[in-house]
């Protein structure tokens, strides 16, 4: 505790303000100092961005469009065939006779 009764420092406003814009000058420099001019060199993550190869390629072309839009489709129903396979089995619901209740029950809010 006495260790550090004798280091005491007191700085005015004045010279906080010139640390901070000394600070703010110099900071910068060095780190562009540390970093040089090899930047590929000091700051390279190998692996960082994925291969291309691996992305999704954007289709372009007419046909490519279509394509892809037909994929989604179909696997937009098989997921809904495989999700209704699961609703009849696990719970016993026909379908067909729910889809005709709600429509029911909606014809009667409506009129």
């Known amino acids: 505790m006495g260790l550090f009764n004798n280091f005491k420092f007191k700085y005015t406003r004045a010279q906080l303000e010139i640390f ?3 600070f703010c ?3 910068p420099v060095a780190v562009m100092y540390y970093i040089g001019t090899d930047t590929d060199k000091k700051l390279n993550v190998p692996g960082f961005w994925p291969d291309p190869a691996t992305l999704n390629q954007i289709p372009k ?3 490519e469009i279509k394509a892809e839009l037909a994929r989604m489709k179909k696997e937009r129903l098989e997921k809904r065939l495989r999700l209704e396979k699961k609703i009849q089995e696990e719970f016993g619901l026909d379908l067909e006779e729910e889809k005709e209740k709600i ?4 014809a009667l809010k409506k009129g």
């Open 20 to 22: 901070r814009f000394s």
């Open 61 to 63: 072309e007419p046909y």
């Open 103 to 106: 429509k029911r029950d909606l």
């Open 25 to 27: 000058l110099l900071a």
